[in-house]
């Protein structure tokens, strides 16, 4: 066999194991963000996806106006208005979690803060960071706390005015949540007790007048398509929809005292794709490469039965 072809073979079967790799990161994701219990992938029936999932999508309202008048408390403990942080001139990157959550949310605003590591924008100056709790039972100090994390995290603590940690009543969450497409449900906890929630993970950035420009889905974020959906915001441009592949938080599953991994079957569905085309390609590839050491032996000489006449 040719130095090539098994140089074609090696390649095909590096990527294939980078696909596989690729495909199995969601499940190995778990050892990174859960911080107690045992994990199991969620459990899904035929091609949909489980009820709590259907109840927690994200709906993409592109151009619908927030709710700038309801009514919160920010993270020193003043009462504010979502439209504090509208001034007309500069956009706002929003995002809704919740600080006690132990798993998604910490994974969402690593991956906020990483991407804006790397946008040449400044937070307070250029734009304005709003995260908003879901969870009404959350203080304002806890909301300080988290602040301070991923200050710290960002590296920048001059930029502290341009970031806003917001805890409010339940008729304000659910305001921004029904502008913004966020579904959520709550649920129990480890004991019992309803105090998590399920949702999925996105963030959006709103135009300086409070209309939804742009969405982001799952918890990484290219810094590259922040920073433009941040430029094409700030001039009021209304971005399009995004592909609608959500990760999900955990839940607990009290039957079988187990944490499970919610995360959409496209997910999977695309590494199961990705997977067999590569195998597609590997086997193509063995083909061709027989036949071609098949062809080279026959046409030897000697090898056909024929003699040399020269």
Known sequence: MTAGSITRRA????????AFGLSMLPLRSSAQVSSYGDKTEGENVGDQ???????????????????????FVDDTGHAVTLGTYFDGKHPVLLTTVYYNCPMLCSEEM?????????????????????????????????AAQK???????????ETASGWHY??????????????????????AGPD?????????????????????????????????DVLLGLIDASGNKIGSPVANILTYCYRYDPQIDKHSLMVVRAVQLGGIIT???????????????????HDQD??????????DKG
């Open 11 to 18: 390649t095909a079967i590096a990527g294939l194991l980078l």
């Open 49 to 71: 996806l489980p009820t709590v999932l259907q109840k927690i999508q994200v709906r993409q309202h592109l151009n619908a106006q927030l709710p700038l008048d309801s009514q």
């Open 275 to 293: 997977v067999a085309s590569l195998g597609g390609f590997i086997f193509l590839m063995f083909r061709r490469d027989i036949q071609l050491s």
């Open 298 to 307: 026959t046409s030897k000489p000697g090898k056909t039965g024929e003699t």
């Open 166 to 187: 917001l805890t409010g009543k339940q008729p304000a969450i659910d305001a921004v949540t029904h502008a913004t497409g966020f579904g959520y449900l709550r649920v």
């Open 110 to 142: 690593d991956g906020l803060t990483s991407a804006l590591e790397m946008v040449h924008l400044t937070p307070g100056k250029d734009f304005q960071v709003v995260v908003i709790s879901i969870d009404p039972s959350e203080t304002p100090q806890l």
């Open 147 to 157: 602040k301070a994390f991923y200050l710290r995290r960002y590296g920048h603590p």
């Open 192 to 224: 019992g007790k309803l105090d998590q929630f399920a949702h999925a993970s996105s963030i959006e950035i709103a135009t300086p007048e409070g209309k939804l420009a742009q969405y982001y889905l799952g918890v990484e974020y290219s810094p590259k």
